[in-house]
């Protein structure tokens, strides 16, 4: 529980966007993903993402180029998360699996600029 409390905590769940914190979730990503793919394919060269509020125009490729990178990220957290999960199942004592610190091991969080 502390693994999967933590993996959905702001430590991980986030990304920075010059000095804006953010975190776009799964269905987001791949929302945006095949939207600004249709955009492309329509011969549009800017999008628009909302994030916290504030409406940014960027370019196509821009936008996916930030969108792949934060997947990538929220794939890396994902398999450290698993890891956590695994390596605390294999731990054969009340005081190893208390002393064990699955907050060790994320990347850092996404710094992104426009």
């Given at each position: 529980a ?6 959905k905590?702001?430590d991980?769940n986030?990304?920075?966007?010059g ?8 269905a987001?990503?791949?929302g945006?993903a095949n939207?600004i793919?249709i955009?492309?394919a ?8 909302y ?9 196509i490729?821009?936008?996916q180029h ?5 997947e ?8 450290k998360?698993e890891?956590?999960?695994m390596?605390?199942?294999a ?6 699996v208390?002393n ?7 990347p ?5 600029e426009?």
């Amino acid at each position: 529980a502390e693994v999967d409390r933590y993996d959905k905590s702001m430590d991980v769940n986030g990304f920075y966007l010059g000095e804006q914190h953010a975190w776009l979730d799964k269905a987001t990503r791949v929302g945006l993903a095949n939207s600004i793919a249709i955009e492309k394919a329509a011969d549009k060269t800017e999008t628009t993402l909302y994030l916290n509020g504030t409406a940014l125009t960027i370019g196509i490729e821009q936008a996916q180029h930030m969108l792949a990178a934060l997947e990538l990220y929220a794939l890396d957290c994902y398999r450290k998360t698993e890891e956590h999960k695994m390596t605390i199942n294999a731990l054969t004592t009340i005081e190893e699996v208390e002393n064990y610190d699955c907050t060790q091991g994320y990347p850092e969080q996404l710094r992104l600029e426009l």
